[in-house]
């Protein structure tokens, strides 16, 4: 495997070995769509220098991806085609095959005489799989590089961690190795041999057989420059006073990086770099990291450990039992997945959270936990209500499909890193969240409002 003084050798996985030959380097890019700032993209140049060979990026498109629908599909396509001239400017040409990861790497490799494939780190089943195909059916060496997490998930943890509070000191004590400066990519010295046409994105997003039900968003726009722009605005003018602002969903205080992060267009590691070197004070860049590096950085360990994140059984016991307990609980309100899905439920503020999901692509974060524990309180049982709250939230949220997604909605109502709290009917002690909780803490009826004024737009 080879050893390279850029990237943190922990960063790497080899996921199979192989004959050496003597072909260019593939960075086959998936999680990471992005060529500033990431790990994969730096270890397979590295190794393409070492062996005076050219690198090619290939990227993976398939039909269809976790519920995911147009809004995701042409979001992700123009973030790409960014990353494609981006790349062209390093004379790192950029392919996109479209269909199995099966069938298109190991044809890029033949076809190219690919010498050694790289790839990015992503916890997700449905991408374990695509490895576990795609190496059974090629003879060149396969590394997988972390390039998502700043402390490899595989380095931070050797197992499930239960809660924060285990993890934290894990991931603490591995910064000062793996929270470092990123080389610059360089311009790739050795030339791909033949010139090739750029890809078609545009008729790629009008080709793609996928629900165009959901519509695109406009008030964010995907790539690298844009995630860098989004990042200075939440550095310069929301960072001092994002502890109490977050918790507000009437006040625009979160950052907005989560599409970015999602589908990798912005590193986390660049996102803490720079809170770091700002001047805000400490205690506004604590709880945002707290958020951005443990709380992150948990949910790939939650997916990487536990085989069931995506569905009940990946519940702690103790919320296992206590949901069982209650199963038989009166419900005073039962709602279907389409009375969900059309915001139809007795609870305005809810059916408001539900619109800007729908709307916004988008729910705001302290939301979506009243979001999803309602879901718990008002669906026939806890399993339904799971699988309802990861579908909707799939479908509609931009950074949906995601480690952080699946955790979030086992932690609201599977009580997934969190604790026991006082029993109570249908929830039993899962943590409840009420209406007069929320309009304790912010004005109700400005967010409901706030977010019928954006169905008018
Ligand atoms: P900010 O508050 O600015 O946070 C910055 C970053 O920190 C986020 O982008 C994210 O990477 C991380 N972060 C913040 N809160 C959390 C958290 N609770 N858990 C893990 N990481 C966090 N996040 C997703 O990325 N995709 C999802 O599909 C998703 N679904 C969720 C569903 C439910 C029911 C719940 C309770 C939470 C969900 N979250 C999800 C976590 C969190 O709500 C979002 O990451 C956050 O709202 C994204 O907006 P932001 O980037 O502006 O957040
Ligand atoms: N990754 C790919 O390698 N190929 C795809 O075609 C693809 C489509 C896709 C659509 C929506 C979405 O939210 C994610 C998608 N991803 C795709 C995966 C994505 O890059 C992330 O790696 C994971 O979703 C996050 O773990």
């Known amino acids: 495997m080879g050893i390279t003084a850029v990237v943190n050798p922990g960063r790497v996985r080899l996921l199979k070995d192989g004959a050496r030959t003597d072909g260019p380097v593939l960075y086959w890019m998936s999680r990471d769509q992005r060529t500033h700032d990431n790990w994969a993209l730096l270890y397979a140049q590295e190794l393409a220098i070492e062996r005076g060979k050219p690198l090619a990026v290939l990227f993976c498109l398939v039909p269809s991806f976790l519920d995911a629908t147009a809004r995701q599909y042409i979001f992700m396509l123009k973030g790409l085609e960014d990353v494609e001239r981006s790349l062209l400017s390093k004379n790192i040409p950029l392919f996109c095959a479209v269909g199995m990861p099966e069938e298109t790497i190991p044809h890029f490799i033949m076809e190219h ?29 396969f590394q997988e590089v972390d390039a998502h997490n700043i402390v490899p998930c595989w380095v931070a943890s050797e197992r499930q961690d239960f809660a924060a509070r285990t993890f934290r000191p894990k991931i603490n004590r591995r910064l000062t190795e793996f ?5 610059k990519l360089k311009k790739h010295p ?19 057989a996928v629900d165009r039900a959901v519509s695109e968003i406009d008030w964010i726009k995907p790539g690298e420059g844009d995630a860098r722009r989004v990042l200075r605005t939440f550095l310069t003018k929301k ?4 502890d109490t602002a977050r918790n507000d969903p009437t006040v625009d205080g979160q950052s907005h990086l989560s599409p970015y992060l999602h589908f990798g267009h912005m590193s986390a590691q660049r996102v803490v770099l720079e809170v770091i070197k700002s001047t805000i ?93 309602k879901i718990l309180e008002w669906s026939k049982t806890p399993g339904e209500a799971f699988y ?24 609201s109502i599977g009580g997934v890193h969190d604790r026991a709290w006082f029993q109570r009917p249908v929830f039993g002690k899962i943590r409840y969240m009420s209406y007069s909780g929320c309009k304790s803490k912010f004005d109700v009826a400005a967010y409901i409002h706030q977010v019928n004024s954006l169905q008018r737009r």
């Open 179 to 183: 929270l470092t400066e990123f080389p």
């Open 239 to 242: 960072l001092e006073d994002y």
């Open 281 to 373: 004070n400490q205690e506004q860049k604590t709880s945002f990291l707290e958020e951005l590096i443990i709380r992150r950085e948990l949910s790939d360990n939650f997916c990487f450990y536990n085989d069931a994140y995506d569905t009940p059984e990946g519940f702690p016991t103790w919320a296992r039992t206590t949901l069982f307990e209650h199963a038989r609980d009166e419900r005073e309100y039962i709602y279907s997945l389409e009375q969900f899905e059309s915001a139809a439920t007795h609870d305005p503020l809810w059916n408001a959270a539900q619109t800007e999901m729908v709307t916004k692509g988008k729910m705001h974060g302290y939301m979506r936990m009243y979001w999803a524990k």
């Open 113 to 141: 005489n690919i010498s050694i494939l790289v790839t990015d780190f992503d916890p997700l089943k449905i991408k374990r799989e695509w490895k576990n195909a795609v190496a059974k059916r090629i003879g060149v060496p």
């Open 190 to 208: 050795h030339q791909w041999k033949k010139k090739r046409k750029q890809t078609a994105w545009g008729h790629l997003a009008k080709t793609l």
């Open 388 to 411: 309802t709250a990861v579908y909707l939230n799939d479908r509609y949220e931009l950074d949906g499909r995601d480690p952080n997604g699946y955790v979030g909605c086992a932690w």
